[in-house]
């Protein structure tokens, strides 16, 4: 027996987060690959007071309600989409995340992205390996430049400036959209504000950097590629449904665009007989923006003393809905 708060950790995540959490709680981990199944993490959370959730669990007003002593739900990601945080402030319920330590990590890879589709490497690697590679081609695999070219950010929070660093070094053009304007940032910077169409027929790659949320769904659709260069290239590390997957197969495959580098699908994982999947101009990785060694640990940590915190009824370090605190929280 034991005094400790009891809490559900929905997957294993790196030792840095479960060591705390182990000291700390009583922690029931579940240990498989993939999530609990809804009905399980509706049992599993009834004997809880604390939930460390990651971007693949939902966490609704029922699941709230599944259990009113659960005092706190700390997010492994910064993204939240997955929970309704509007029903969580209404309930006092104080909801975490991991901003900031993930930042580098992932313009890291969107920047990888850009390049490696631009540069065609998956084709490459895959032209190596089936042993096409008979000689120096001058017309073989040729790609676009990075350098010089114009970026399209859409979202200039902390990860889109994070890709505008990056491609200062590449002495690249940068536009950038936001609903909020920077201009505290651009001289400093060396970017440009821009609205969404005219970054949409300049930018030669456009990275998306911005949320989930109804007025970004499927914000690129066949009327935004429809604007869009021929020679354009699409990055999205941020959310899949940004992106009309359907609209995106048929701009790659009628030339309507270049290419397109995905870190996020929808859905997630993408079918494997998905159209995008065997096109050869679409480059997709499964979302591993975050997953450096280093990174992961300390989302690790950080979502540890979210919950931490939160069980103790301390306020969370990193509260998604800091405005719960203005109001009764969960006891
Ligand atoms: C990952 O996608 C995150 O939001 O941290």
């Keep these: ?41 509706l049992e599993k959370i ?36 997955n929970i309704d945080i509007k029903a969580a402030t209404a309930r006092g319920l104080p909801i975490g995340n991991t901003p900031g330590v993930l930042t580098d990590t992932t313009a ?11 540069r065609r490497i998956s084709e490459s690697i895959d032209y190596v390996r089936a042993a096409k590679w008979k000689t120096w081609g001058p017309m073989l695999l040729m790609g676009q430049d990075i350098h010089k070219a114009t970026l399209g950010i859409i979202g200039f929070g902390r990860i889109g400036q994070g890709m505008a660093k990056r491609a200062s070094g590449f002495d690249m053009k940068v ?7 920077r201009q505290d940032l651009e ?20 990275s998306i950097h911005t949320d ?3 007025s970004t769904r499927y ?18 590390s941020a959310r899949g449904p940004i992106v009309d997957h359907m609209a995106l197969y048929e701009a790659l495959k009628s030339g309507q665009i270049l290419g397109a580098g995905l870190d996020v699908t929808d859905p997630e994982p993408i079918p494997v007989d998905h159209p995008l999947v065997s096109l050869p101009n679409c480059l997709i990785v499964p979302h591993i923006a975050s997953a450096s060694v280093a990174t992961r640990g300390k989302m690790a940590s950080m979502a540890a003393n979210n919950l931490i915190a939160g069980v103790r ?6 509260p998604v809905n800091p405005n719960v605190y203005d109001g009764e929280i969960r006891k």
């Design 1 to 41: 027996m034991t005094n400790k708060p009891k809490v559900f950790v929905t997957r294993i995540i790196p030792e840095e987060g479960l060591s705390l959490v182990r000291e700390a709680c009583d922690m029931e981990l579940w240990e498989h690959e993939l999530p609990p199944p809804r009905e399980v993490l």
């Design 46 to 81: 009834k004997d809880k007071v604390g939930v460390l959730s990651l971007l693949t669990d939902k966490i609704d007003a029922e699941l709230m309600d599944a259990n009113p002593q659960i005092r706190v739900v700390s997010n492994f990601a910064v993204g939240f989409d």
């Design 108 to 118: 890291d890879i969107a920047f990888t992205l850009l390049m490696a589709t631009a």
């Design 175 to 181: 536009l950038y959209h936001d609903v909020y304007r």
């Design 187 to 206: 001289q400093s910077m060396g970017v440009t504000y821009a609205d969404i169409d005219t970054i949409l027929a300049e930018a030669d790659f456009v």
């Design 212 to 214: 989930l949320n109804p």
């Design 219 to 236: 914000m690129f659709n066949a009327a935004a590629f429809a604007k869009m260069k021929r020679t354009a290239i699409l990055i999205n």
């Design 313 to 318: 009824g301390e306020r969370l370090p990193t």
